[in-house]
């Protein structure tokens, strides 16, 4: 770095929601910088499904956010040469109150385009889907490799759009012009903060002020035993009583009150399932909910395996073995985003809805309206 280098907007943070908004800047033209704490990307971005989801995000603004960024992810993805292993998602509903919630679903403006299937055809799309009362198709979702589309994204920002990074360089305090880092002081005309669950460092005071807490969620790889075929996402009963889009429905309190009795040990943990494929066959399967004032430090074998009955229940998987544990944490808050003006012309922007692959590409068109003051 040479202190004094001069940009239109420097982004901190290279994570979804720091590259999205470098690659929206560089779309209107502005020289742009991100500053990267780490070496990598290591955070939620890189930890989480990679599961671009429309179907079940809050209704109104926020599942606007998604279908906007499943677009600009499809055109992306494309471009950067960042594989989209599969596409759609396939709801299993385990019990008749599911059933009725799914139907309730496709009545609003929501269900654009989904369907539900007949008993023969949920069988010949996905014939390792456990016997259920009805499955739900979405067509709109589409996955990606998080911990190598992260990167590749990242590299194609700097390579092809002609974004400045900073690897393994904290952020330390910003004053416009002055964006002060560890490696010197970079010159901006503005900034956006895209600091995911380091709620810390750079105004922990705007983010306490929002009730924002710390979720850390549960992962697994698993490796089925046969040849196994997902042509989408999987996702069952505990996954409409978490996801608002259904959840928000008058039609899910039967559901939730069922789920409540059932499968108590599940909502104690905020386990309910999504199981997504790998090229080489494995599936990245979660996830659990644990919220705090910091990141739960200790996964739970008992938590793990509460996720992997769900797993059995909803797919045909003998054999199955697990591979590979992780956890993530990402910030939580009532309200889907955070983003805030915390100086003229510094944007403050996290997801705190958890959906942050979902929804960054539009909500970093937001951030920087926020931070340019259009
Ligand atoms: C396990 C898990 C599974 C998930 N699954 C999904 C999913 O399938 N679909 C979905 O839509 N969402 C999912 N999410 C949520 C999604 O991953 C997050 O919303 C999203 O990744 C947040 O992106 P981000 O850029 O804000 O945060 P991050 O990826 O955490 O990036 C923030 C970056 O900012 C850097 N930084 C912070 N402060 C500074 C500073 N002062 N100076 C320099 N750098 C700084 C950090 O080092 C970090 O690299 C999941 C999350 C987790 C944890």
């Known amino acids: 770095m040479t202190t004094g280098q001069s940009y239109d907007l420097v982004v901190v943070g290279a994570g979804i929601i720091g590259l999205a908004t470098a690659y929206a800047a560089r779309q209107r033209g502005l020289r742009v910088a991100v500053v990267e704490r780490h ?62 919630l799914l139907e309730a679903y496709l009545k609003t403006e929501m269900g654009e385009g989904c369907r539900l299937l007949s008993a023969a055809d949920a069988a010949r799309e996905l014939p390792w889907l456990q016997a259920g009362q009805a499955v739900l198709h979405s067509p709109h979702e589409l996955r990606v490799e998080s911990r190598d589309a992260i990167p590749r994204l990242a590299r194609w920002l700097e390579l092809d759009f002609g974004v400045d990074f900073f690897w393994s360089t904290p952020v330390l305090g910003i004053d416009l012009p002055q964006v002060h880092t560890s490696q010197g002081v970079l010159s901006a005309g503005h900034c956006v903060v895209c600091p995911g669950h380091d709620l810390n460092t750079l105004y922990p005071d705007a983010t306490a002020q929002a009730g924002i807490r710390l979720c850390t969620l549960q992962m697994l790889r698993v490796m089925p035993g046969q040849a196994v075929k997902l042509p989408g996402a999987v996702m069952s009963d505990l996954s409409m009583a978490r996801y608002e889009g259904y959840a928000d429905l008058p039609e899910a309190a039967p559901l939730k009150a069922l789920l409540q009795a059932q499968q108590a040990e599940h909502l104690r943990w905020g386990v309910h399932l999504i199981a997504v494929q790998s090229a080489d066959g494995s599936m990245v399967v979660g996830d659990s909910h644990v919220y705090g004032d910091a990141e739960a430090p200790f996964g739970r074998s008992d938590v793990d395996d509460l996720i992997l009955g769900e797993l059995h229940r909803v797919l045909r998987l003998p054999g199955a073995q697990v591979t590979e544990r992780w956890t993530g944490s990402y910030a939580s808050a009532q309200e889907p985003v955070f983003k805030t003006l915390v100086a003229p012309g510094v944007a403050v922007g996290i997801v705190t809805g958890g959906t942050g692959a979902s929804t960054s590409f539009a909500f970093a068109e937001e951030l920087l309206d926020l931070a340019l003051g259009i």
Do not use: K, Y
């Open 39 to 100: 070496a990598q990307c290591i955070g939620a971005s890189v930890r989480n499904f990679g599961f671009v989801t429309v179907t079940g995000q809050r209704r109104g603004e926020h599942w606007q956010r998604a279908r906007r960024t499943r677009d600009v992810w499809q055109h992306v993805a494309a471009q950067a040469g960042i594989a989209v292993i599969h596409q759609g998602l396939h709801m299993l509903a385990q019990r008749p109150e599911a059933a009725h």
